[in-house]
Nanobody
Framework: QVYLQESGGGLVQAGGSLRLSCVAS????????MGWYRQVPGKQRELVAA???????NYADSVKGRFSISSDNAENTGYLQMNSLKPDDTAVYYC???????????????WGQGTLVTVSS
């Protein structure tokens, strides 16, 4: 079993910053990919940023230049630094990770429970 726990969400004024964290625990050999998604009511969940274990990052056009994804592989933790936040960034943010488990032939696609980010104008 693999578990993801997000933290760092909250209320911030437009132009402000937040840093989200995602800690993975359980049967983890290697995190192959970690991503952040967000969802607002009535809309589909969308990819915000993703990072492979090779260090390749990609971002949604709406957040390029403002958000930065990173990881601490030794701590099985991922981060999403969000700067210059806008009201349109308001959403529940979810962490997702594709993990090779300690059973090396098995992989897990895990999701966190989500953390709410609210940006006021």
């Amino acid at each position: 079993q693999v578990y993801l726990q997000e933290s760092g969400g909250g209320l911030v004024q437009a132009g402000g910053s937040l840093r989200l964290s995602c800690v993975a625990s359980g049967s983890i050999f290697r995190i192959n990919r970690m991503g952040w998604y967000r969802q607002v009511p009535g809309k589909q969940r969308e990819l915000v940023a993703a990072l492979t274990d090779g260090g390749n990052a990609n971002y949604a056009d709406s957040v390029k230049g403002r958000f930065s994804i990173s990881s601490d592989n030794a701590e099985n933790t991922g981060y999403l630094q969000m700067n210059s936040l806008k009201p349109d960034d308001t959403a529940v943010y979810y962490c997702n990770a594709y993990i090779q488990t300690l059973n090396l032939d098995a992989y897990a696609d895990a999701w966190g429970q989500g953390t709410l980010v609210t940006v006021s104008s």
